[in-house]
């Protein structure tokens, strides 16, 4: 009886050689004879001795989709993947109508499911073959005893097409509608009536769905912030390396002493520099089309400040001064006094507060080889500190004079060979316990000889400062009646005199006498063309030095003359008088 079944070769789907050689073996042994299924379905395997070959030889390993219960159970479930819109929207299964052809429906209990369907649960993975239990009554076997699985009772979809693989002398499947078709589950789904309509994605209210949002703002952003932190971290890296001279073990790094804290001693440069800077001052005058830059230091709480005439003489009587600190706060400043025959001036500044007045030392007992440190503000270069000795004492020297001649200074100078430069005129002199001893004046240039620092030659060991003693008394008589006095012999010298001595005129070009009647030398008996040779016994060598031990002295001060006259030496005693310098 044709039951549709194809009776010709089939092909083989399960090419291994074992499997081939068995299922040829199996075809050999007769069938058990058994009563078949009573009414089953056209297409159920049945049993006895003709019943067809199985369509797939048995599979000893149970590999999917032909293992056990047996060869000719209905293939497992497909498990297609379902088509996911964009961004993760889950898609139900879909179901074909049941007016469809191939539509769902009902398998008798026992019965294996219908030729081309599937139990319709595409989401869950198919179960495990059950064991196989031992042929019952209505249950159908095959030759080799193998039970016929039973088909769920689920709706059932249309299968989809499937296109077999061809195996060399292979027919071609059985037409459309056999109940036993070969089963591909890499075949392509077929177009037939019985096709799924495409899936719609889920709708969870009436309208269109809630938007997503896109991952892709979250992933750049994080993307973002790691680059920045790989950077900030291989900067960190870089610059550690930098400094370190990398990560090795190798790494140099010398030995450097601790900081320290701690005060220097009183006497040494650095401690008396310390206590000074704070009473330093440097000046800045203008007027008259000429501009100057010097060094002062504070005499006192009220503001008087003490520095050289040369320095504020550009200003003359109403130029500006400005005095700038160490702190560097600035204040202007007005002329008090100025002396040209010994170069110093005062100013004072109002309205500043904290001012921190220098000690001042004695010059008398300045001794040759004492240590000393000048300060000042050298080609305007503030709180400059230079050390050295004392070179000398007693050096009588001579500065100014450019303009006319009548503001030549007169110095008992003491020489230092601190460096002193243009800018430090006006600065102190200190000794080793941080007094003032004298007030820095002039340099010897080595290219235009002895005269102010106007010379920017710059400094060649030889510096020249005013005593403080000196100074101190021409400070006091400018702050209290703006004006200074000289001592005063009373007697006219011949600066033409080359010889030893300084000579006193025979008389005066305006026809003057030479020896002021009354006055100091007259009443000393001092007569003119004498020679004074020596004063206080000590050698005087022309004119100009004869003056400045003069000037050393205060007014009313008593001094011995040493004076050659007709070839003898005498010596005559008087008192300094006193004349009002400009």
Do not use: C
């Not at 070959?53 to 479930?77: C, F, N, Q, V």
């Not at 095959?142 to 769920?152: E, K, L």
């Not at 030995?255 to 009473?279: K, N, T, Y």
């Amino acid at each position: 009886m044709d039951d549709g079944k194809h009776t010709g070769p089939r092909a083989a789907w399960w090419n291994r050689a074992g499997a081939r050689r068995r299922a040829e073996a199996a075809s050999a042994t007769p069938a058990d004879s058994g009563p078949g299924p009573v009414d089953a379905e056209p297409g159920a395997p049945g049993a006895g001795a003709g019943q067809p070959r199985p369509l797939h030889e048995p599979d000893e390993y149970s590999t999917p989709p032909y293992g056990g219960p047996g060869p000719w159970a209905p293939a497992p479930p497909v498990q297609r993947p379902v088509p996911t819109p964009a961004h993760g929207t889950p898609v139900p299964p879909s179901y074909p109508p049941h007016d469809a052809p191939g539509g769902p429906q009902t398998a008798a209990p026992g019965a294996p499911g219908a030729p081309g369907t599937h139990p319709a649960v595409p989401s869950a993975p198919p179960a495990p073959p059950a064991p196989a239990e031992a042929p019952g009554a209505g249950q159908p076997t095959d030759g080799a005893g193998f039970t016929a699985a039973h088909a769920p009772a689920v709706p059932a979809q249309p299968a989809p097409p499937r296109t077999a693989f061809a195996q060399p002398g292979a027919q071609p499947p059985p037409a459309t509608g056999a109940q036993w078709l070969q089963y591909d589950p890499w075949g392509a789904p077929a177009d037939s009536g019985g096709a799924r309509p495409p899936a719609a994605p889920l709708d969870y209210q009436d309208g269109p769905g809630p938007r997503r949002s896109s991952s892709r703002g979250p992933l750049a952003a994080g993307a973002v912030l790691l680059a920045l932190v790989s950077g900030v971290i291989g900067g960190g890296i870089g610059s550690y390396t930098e400094r370190n001279g990398g990560f090795g073990t190798d790494r140099v790094e010398l030995d450097q002493a601790p900081r320290e804290d701690r005060d220097r001693a009183p006497d040494s440069v650095a401690g008396i520099a310390a206590r000074a800077l704070p009473g330093v001052v440097t000046l800045h005058v203008g007027g008259g089309g000429e501009q100057g830059t010097g060094t002062g230091f504070v005499l006192d709480k009220q503001g008087h400040i003490l520095t050289n005439n040369h320095v504020i003489d550009p200003a003359g009587g109403s130029g500006p001064i400005s005095v700038t600190f160490s702190s560097g706060e600035t204040a202007a400043a007005t002329l008090v006094g100025k002396d040209s025959g010994y170069d110093l001036a005062v100013v004072k500044v109002t309205g500043v507060s904290g001012l921190t007045p220098l000690p001042l030392g004695n010059s008398e007992n300045v001794r040759v080889g004492d240590p000393v440190v000048a300060i000042g503000a050298p080609f305007d270069l503030q709180n400059t500190v230079t050390s050295g000795i004392i070179s000398a004492k007693e050096r009588p020297i001579t500065a100014g004079g450019e303009k006319d001649g009548s503001d030549v200074s007169y110095v008992d100078a003491l020489q230092t060979d601190a460096p002193i430069n243009p800018g430090n005129s006006g600065g102190p002199l200190m000794d080793s316990r941080g007094r003032v001893i004298g007030i820095n004046s002039a340099i010897r240039a080595a290219d235009s000889g002895n005269g102010p620092e106007g010379s920017q030659s710059g400094s060649i060991g030889l510096g020249f400062a005013i005593p403080v003693n000196q100074g101190k008394r021409v400070a006091e008589e400018l702050i209290n009646t703006g004006r200074a006095t000289h001592p005063v012999i009373g007697v006219s010298l011949d600066m033409r005199y080359s010889g030893e001595g300084a000579r006193v005129s025979s008389k005066n070009s305006d026809g003057s006498p030479a020896v002021v009647p009354g006055g100091p030398s007259a009443k000393a008996g001092i007569r003119p063309g004498d020679v004074i040779t020596e004063v206080d016994g000590q050698k005087v060598n022309g004119g100009e030095e004869l003056i400045v031990k003069i000037r050393a002295h205060r007014p009313g001060d008593e001094l011995e003359l040493t004076v050659l006259r007709d070839g003898r030496s005498i010596t005559k005693k008087l008192t300094l008088g006193s004349a009002t310098g400009d």
